[in-house]
């Protein structure tokens, strides 16, 4: 978070001292090739119809997996009895997130080799969560073995829209260095369906709880860092 904010801050700075040295670069390219590899994944194709203005079609993907095995021992005593349970544990969660968005983008260049551009434009979105609990705890003295699961999945589906601010760096005439934030504004579809079930020896209870969602909603992404190719 603290690095988000120092790198907000720089490139709040850098816009500032645009007035100092702004004038046309020198180098001359109508299309570029984006790859952003930091902060989400995302490839863009971006092409001018002016000096200073583009039009960038961009596909962003998010992935997030994570699965952990664990075990150890239950232990409860009393006045009356007392049992020891070893038990093992799982968990399981992944996150999924695609976007589809253009942008109408426009650029401020300057006699150093330091673009800057800002731009907006619709998008849409599809985004899966899942997450499974599981403790298996075996028999003791004086309980069956039992097993509990907890599993909640939600999706969704948004529509709105997309703004970006940028700095582009140039390394040469075909290859620059590029750092991004984006914000982002939409109005989602989606639904939640949470399960618990506990099972003993001969028995298992099942709880089940669906939900359908309709929401606003508004996201700053992380800083993206990027490569783009010209031609």
């Given amino acids: 978070m603290k690095h988000s904010k120092l790198s907000l ?9 645009i007035s100092l040295f702004a004038q046309t670069d020198s180098v001359s390219y109508n299309s570029q090739v984006q790859f952003h590899l930091y902060g989400g994944y995302s490839l863009s194709y ?22 952990r095995n664990g075990d ?8 009356i009895s007392s049992e020891i349970r070893p038990f093992k544990t799982n968990s399981d969660q992944s996150d999924v997130s695609t976007n ?22 619709p998008y849409i979105n599809y985004s899966k ?5 599981s403790d298996d705890r075996a028999a003791s003295s004086i309980q069956s073995q039992s097993k509990y699961t907890n599993e909640n999945s939600e999706y969704s589906f948004g529509l709105g829209a997309r703004a970006v601010v940028g700095i582009e760096c140039i390394v040469t005439k075909e290859i ?21 079930e506990t099972s003993y020896l001969n028995s298992v209870t ?14 700053l ?4 860092l990027g490569v783009s190719f010209r031609f």
């Fill in 9 to 17: 801050i720089v490139l709040a700075v850098l816009f500032s001292s």
């Fill in 46 to 67: 971006l092409n001018f119809i002016s000096p200073n203005t583009a039009i960038r079609y961009t596909g962003d993907l998010w992935l997030r997996f994570d699965e």
């Fill in 72 to 79: 150890g021992t239950y232990s409860n005593a009393s006045q």
């Fill in 100 to 121: 589809l968005s253009v942008q109408y983008l426009y650029y401020i260049r300057t006699k150093a080799k330091i673009n800057f551009y800002v731009g907006s434009g």
């Fill in 129 to 133: 969560r899942y997450s499974k609990n």
């Fill in 176 to 196: 620059s260095l590029l750092a991004e934030y984006g914000i982002y504004l939409s109005y989602n579809w989606g639904k939640t369906t949470w399960t618990s």
């Fill in 206 to 219: 099942v709880n089940k709880n669906e939900t359908n969602n309709k929401f606003w909603g508004a996201s």
């Fill in 221 to 224: 992404n992380s800083l993206k």
